[in-house]
């Protein structure tokens, strides 16, 4: 069995690995190739982990040295400064230390990673072509990101929309009105439909950047010019990177053809009000693995994608209702700068962990104050969906194969 992996970032390296996982428990042998474009170039990311991801994370057996854990947040707007502190906890990791963990886990399985882009894919006759190679495959994995994926068919090259969404970061010591002091910095600007971001990382380096819609080169230096001067120091080469914030997962699904499968931002699955697409990264490659190494049934799958279909698709919802206009999210900035405990509910309840999705959030001040029930928990289900994919014995070996 030949699979290929178009994409080598934390969603093709998930796939790989469960895919060589599930191949040493059954006892096949198997044949894993990722393709990555180059090598060492770093993508733009916050590199925020939230207690959702580092579940997946420790499944997976990275060895991940995840940094200590931040449970206070400071959000800034304006005249609108105030602290809240979350009962989960974020977690920050440099992207070329996830992605380098994730390698090496990788390889150490049996994986073969090759650094050329491939240019097309051809679904009938199952193979891809790169740089003048022709490379068969029984399951092909496109795990590309949100750059144009390689051309194949009109399914394959669905519309690549939201490439307007631009994210930039970069990382520095402690410096003018960035210090390190443990906690997590959000700073929203008038004129971009995103956030700034703060990120302490080890020692007193700290992850900055701001991420969102950019209309236009101008609206982009506009933007960086102003969040300069609330941080009081020039951003000197930051890392970009555009993703699908707006857009979700449309009708083709992970499976848009037979034996063809798009995972990651590559298929739009993506949270576009906290940005976060590790997490989706993550779960879809592991859930696909699973599901072609026949760990989850086709129902279970099906059920599994239509949840990340439905959060995805409400935080799109919910990130065009606080950027319509001028007013909606300065109002709620106001408001949640004495509403400290549904900061903190919503936070942990939505953000760090999906128990309920973001068409049930308007409904959380219910659901905080008056103690109501949680609509149907989606986290507790996605998560039992991949742990129930192996039996407890096989996960025990599993652990210790990766630690070993």
């Known amino acids: 069995m030949r699979y290929v992996i178009i994409g080598g970032g934390p969603a093709g390296f998930s796939a790989g690995i469960q895919l060589l996982s599930a191949a040493h428990h059954s006892g096949k042998k198997v044949d894993c190739t990722i393709f990555e474009k180059s090598s060492g170039v770093e993508k733009a990311c916050g590199g925020l982990i939230t207690p959702k991801s580092k579940h997946l994370l420790d499944l997976l057996g990275a060895n991940l040295n995840i940094g200590k854990a931040h449970n206070e947040v400071d959000v800034h707007y304006e005249e609108v400064n105030f602290t809240y502190s979350v009962k989960n906890s974020f977690y920050v990791v440099e992207r070329k230390e996830l992605t ?21 894919y051809d679904p009938v006759e199952k193979c891809v072509f790169t740089n003048g190679e022709k490379v068969g495959y029984d399951k092909l994995i496109v795990a590309c990101g949100n750059r144009e994926p390689p051309s194949g068919s009109s399914a394959a090259e669905r519309e690549y929309r939201g490439r307007n969404a631009l994210g930039i970061s970069t990382i520095v010591r402690d410096q003018a009105n960035v210090k390190n002091n443990g906690k997590i910095h959000i700073w929203f600007l008038k004129r971009l439909k995103g956030y700034c971001w ?8 700290n992850n900055i950047g701001f991420a969102g819609m950019i209309d236009s080169p ?77 760990g989850v049934t086709r129902r279970e799958f099906a059920h599994a994608e239509s949840r990340l279909r439905e959060i995805c698709r409400g ?78 014995e ?3 070996e599993n652990k210790q194969f990766f630690q070993s």
Not at 100 to 120: E, N, P, Q, W
Not at 330 to 338: D, G
């Open 100 to 120: 380098k963990a994730l390698h090496d886990r990788f390889c150490v399985l049996g994986g073969t990673v090759i650094y050329s882009r491939v240019k097309k």
């Open 198 to 205: 703060s990120f302490p990382l080890r020692g007193s380096y």
């Open 218 to 294: 101008e609206d982009y230096r506009i933007i960086k010019k102003e969040f300069e001067e609330v941080i009081g120091f020039p951003l000197i080469s930051p890392r970009g990177a555009t993703f699908p914030l707006g857009y979700y997962p449309d009708k083709y699904g992970i499976e848009i053809y037979t034996d063809v499968f798009v995972i990651g931002e590559a298929g739009k699955f993506f949270d576009s009000v906290s940005g976060e697409g590790i997490y989706f990264a993550l779960y879809t490659g592991v859930l696909t693995a699973n599901y072609i190494s026949q």
């Open 315 to 392: 935080s799109c919802f919910t990130q065009k209702f606080l950027f319509s206009n001028r007013i909606v999210l300065p109002a709620l900035l106001h408001a949640a700068m004495y509403l400290k405990k549904l900061d903190t509910h919503l936070t942990d309840n939505l953000l760090l962990e999906y128990k309920y999705g973001y068409y049930s959030a308007y409904c959380s001040p219910l659901i905080c104050y008056f103690h109501c029930a949680i609509p149907f928990n989606k986290q507790k289900y996605l998560n039992k969906i991949l742990e129930e994919s192996y039996g407890k």
């Open 394 to 396: 096989e996960q025990k």
